[in-house]
């Protein structure tokens, strides 16, 4: 390793970091120095560094994208409108649900779409090629998240003759427009080399070693590590949320099904407690939206052990009280193991025992050893960009299975939600959306936080205080020593 490169470490547990059963973090952390995002938040501000120009048309709805000249993806070819017009809808054309479509564009005509549908240019009514850069999206309805939306990597550009027949994994690996492209990928050792592919005009690391699994002290991380005996290392705080941690309910158990379940497992957690024993500060939450959101409803359930053990008491026939479930969590050593302890205590308080089991699985939880799971432990990564994004978990397009059960009546606030027209409607629409998934409790927020950047500083001068804003890693903010 030369002295222009640096190690990072990530935690993943799935074979590499870009496949859809990875870890979001891991994922988004790879795919976004990879692709790169068609859009970003800067200094508070909405921008593209792909895009010369976009406009939007208030009267006809239409947005017109232009893409800069001379871009080029990693593996040498040009881009052109044609691959941002397939790049913005290929998560509706792919094989099954994912990630990317479980959000409503509201784009005309993205509706007659089915998954598994061969992509075509020309297939969406509401978007059209104008010349070789240039290209029109026209929307239903006014949707003043639309661009923040696009910040997400389920929408970079990306050439289709690099993936796979069902559009979602990668012949080989990643190929975008970031500023970092795939040179090797070694996923027994899981380690993926990645070399900076513009002009390096910042002193920015060449050589990136993506580590999923520690085997040394790396240079760079955002996981919780000890280096408290090593005096060159440093920890810098991100100044936004990163994530949070809370519980999701399978629907296609007798017990979630139940109201009176649910609630009791709300009611016998004292999440001030639980969020006290995390390695990592954290901060109790009590609704889907982070501390910093617009739209909060602001409401609070206090632990109550007596009524908790009364409604489950109702749900819990004799062999269910003595039965021990397996609960499947997502990897969480950045969060340590005495939180876990915690939540096992209070559930045993009003007569539920658990067992937290780590899985890899992260859409298709509920099966196999985890079919009689009730519900799972989860992290979700924070909607700094887009708030609305949060409740698209629980719409009838998500990705996940029997973790919402299908339900008009929230679609439709959930439609009406991305349909504000202002911030102030988008406030009161986004209170009203929380406050249906509180009262139904169907998911149960516990806590949020924020994240550390650890990173050795004989080898890297700085973290730019624009990286400080952001939750996602961008490895050109990296400043390495002369």
């Known amino acids: 390793m030369n002295n222009r490169s640096i190690t990072f470490y990530i935690e993943n547990l799935s074979k590499v970091p870009w496949e859809q059963s990875a870890s979001a973090k891991a994922r988004h952390h790879f795919e976004v120095n990879v ?5 970003t ?6 921008r593209s560094d792909f895009l010369a120009s976009y406009k939007h048309n208030e009267e006809s709805n239409t947005y017109i994208f232009t893409l800069k000249p001379n871009l080029y993806f990693h593996n040498g070819r040009s881009v052109h409108a044609k691959d941002l017009e397939f790049s913005l ?3 509706f054309f792919a094989s099954k649900p994912n990630e990317g479509s479980m959000e409503n564009f509201d784009i005309l005509g993205l509706d007659k779409i089915n998954h598994g549908t061969p992509y075509v240019s020309a297939k969406v009514e509401g978007i059209k090629v104008l010349d070789d850069l240039s290209l029109s999206v026209q929307l239903n309805e006014k949707n003043i998240f639309f661009l923040n939306s696009l910040c997400q990597t389920n929408y970079s550009l990306v050439p289709q003759e690099e993936l796979c027949e069902d559009l979602i994994e990668w012949k080989k690996w990643p190929i975008g427009v970031g500023d970092y492209k795939v040179i090797e990928s070694d996923p027994e050792q899981k380690m993926f080399t990645l070399k900076l592919a513009k002009e390096n005009i910042n002193n920015q690391p060449e050589i ?11 240079d760079l991380s955002n996981a919780e590590l000890n ?8 920890t810098e705080e991100l100044s936004c949320y990163t994530g949070k941690r809370l519980i999701l309910f399978n629907f296609n158990h007798e017990l979630s099904k139940q109201y009176n379940f649910r609630r009791a497992i709300e009611l016998a957690l004292n999440k001030e407690e639980i969020a006290k ?13 982070l501390p910093n959101s617009i739209g909060r409803s602001e409401n609070k359930v206090s632990q109550n052990i007596a009524k908790g053990k009364k409604l489950l008491a109702m749900c819990l026939d004799t062999t269910e009280r003595n039965k021990t479930y397996k609960i499947p969590i997502s990897a969480d050593s950045y969060l340590g193991n005495n939180y876990k302890l915690t939540i096992q205590r209070q559930l045993q308080e009003i007569g539920l025992k658990v067992e937290f089991v780590e899985s890899d699985k992260l859409w298709h939880v509920f099966y196999d050893d985890f079919t009689d799971s009730p519900f799972r432990l989860c992290s ?18 998500s990705a996940q299975t029997y973790q919402y059960p299908s339900d008009f009546h929230f679609d439709k606030l959930y439609c009406k939600t991305q349909r504000s027209k202002n911030t102030e409607e988008l406030s009161q629409r986004l209170k009203e959306i929380s406050e249906n998934i509180s009262d139904s409790t169907v998911a149960i927020p516990i806590f949020c936080f924020k994240e550390n950047i650890t990173y050795n500083s004989q080898k890297i001068q700085e973290i730019s205080p624009e990286q400080m804003e952001q939750y996602i890693l961008h490895f050109s903010n990296i400043v390495m020593k002369t």
Do not use: W
Request: proline share 5%; aromatic share 18%; hydrophobic share 35%.
């Open 89 to 91: 809808v290929r998560s």
């Open 277 to 289: 024993e995390t390695k990592r500060k954290s901060e109790e939450l009590h609704e889907i939206l």
């Open 35 to 39: 692709l790169g995002q068609l859009f």
């Open 208 to 218: 990136v070693y993506f580590f999923t699994k520690l085997n040394q002290n790396p």
């Open 227 to 234: 280096f408290a005996n090593d005096p060159y290392y440093k």
């Open 41 to 46: 938040f800067k200094n508070g501000k909405l």
């Open 380 to 397: 979700q990564v924070a909607d700094n960009d887009n708030p609305i994004m949060s409740f698209s978990y629980f719409c009838n397009q």
